[in-house]
């Protein structure tokens, strides 16, 4: 099985800053990583697939970058909405691994 | 309008069963691979099961092998995700979700999850 790992696994941060969460696969994946955003008590959403292109109707303060093993997500100008915790997943192949999430909190 | 809403979580004792549904609307079910993935409390996301478009191939996690079965009805638009001697670690929120291989094979759409509690 491919595994996933993000760092960190939490940060804190204050509206306006830039946010950088890395994803790193334990074997090239290519460029089949997807990045989502969880808010408590809701259902994961799709932000960035393929890595680099962002999910329809997601604000272009949300970027992703990266191929092969290593992989970064960077949110420019946190806004308030913005503090959730974040998952990577690579679709690679099966079973379809998640990084185990950054948790982004106010500071 | 892309809709997937399960059913079917509730209270079980451990060793019992349940059967999962996610009812799909708003796109053409039958062109699409489906998983199940799942959340513990306070924890992460965890991928469980997949199915083929037209249900012919299955995968699942090795923590559930052999306990849980997923299966489609493509005549319903409905998902099902068979739980067999369950056990306090299945204890979790379940979603189902769409891979959508034009983008990337990820999942782009989820619905609100249903929660499964295992305890005596």
């Known amino acids: 099985d491919i595994q996933m790992t993000q760092s960190p696994s939490s940060l804190s941060a204050s509206v306006g800053d830039r946010v950088t969460i890395t994803c790193r696969a334990s074997q090239s994946i290519s460029s089949y990583l997807n990045w989502y955003q969880q808010k408590p008590g809701k259902a994961p959403k799709l932000l960035i697939y393929?890595?680099?292109r962002l999910q329809s109707g997601v604000p272009s303060g949300f970027s992703g970058s990266g191929s092969g093993t290593d992989f970064i997500l960077t949110i420019s100008s946190l806004h308030p909405e913005d503090f959730a915790t974040y998952y990577c997943q690579q679709s690679y192949s099966a079973p379809r691994t998640f990084g185990q999430g950054t948790k982004v909190e106010i500071k | 309008e892309v809709q997937l809403v399960e059913s079917g979580g509730g209270l079980v004792q451990p060793g019992g069963s349940l059967r999962l549904s996610c009812a799909a609307s708003g796109f053409t079910f039958s062109s699409y691979w489906m998983h199940w993935v799942r959340q513990a409390p306070g924890k992460g996301l965890v991928w469980v099961s997949r199915?083929?478009?037209?249900?012919?191939?299955?995968t699942y996690a090795d923590s559930v092998k052999g306990r849980f079965t997923i299966s489609r009805d493509n005549a319903k638009n409905t998902l099902y995700l068979q739980m067999n001697s369950l056990r306090a670690e299945d204890t979790a929120v379940y979603y189902c979700t769409r891979e959508n291989w034009g983008s990337g094979s990820s999942f782009d759409y989820w619905g609100q999850g249903t929660l499964v509690t295992v305890s005596a």
């Open positions: 199915i083929h478009s037209d249900g012919s191939s299955t």
């Open positions: 393929a890595a680099s």
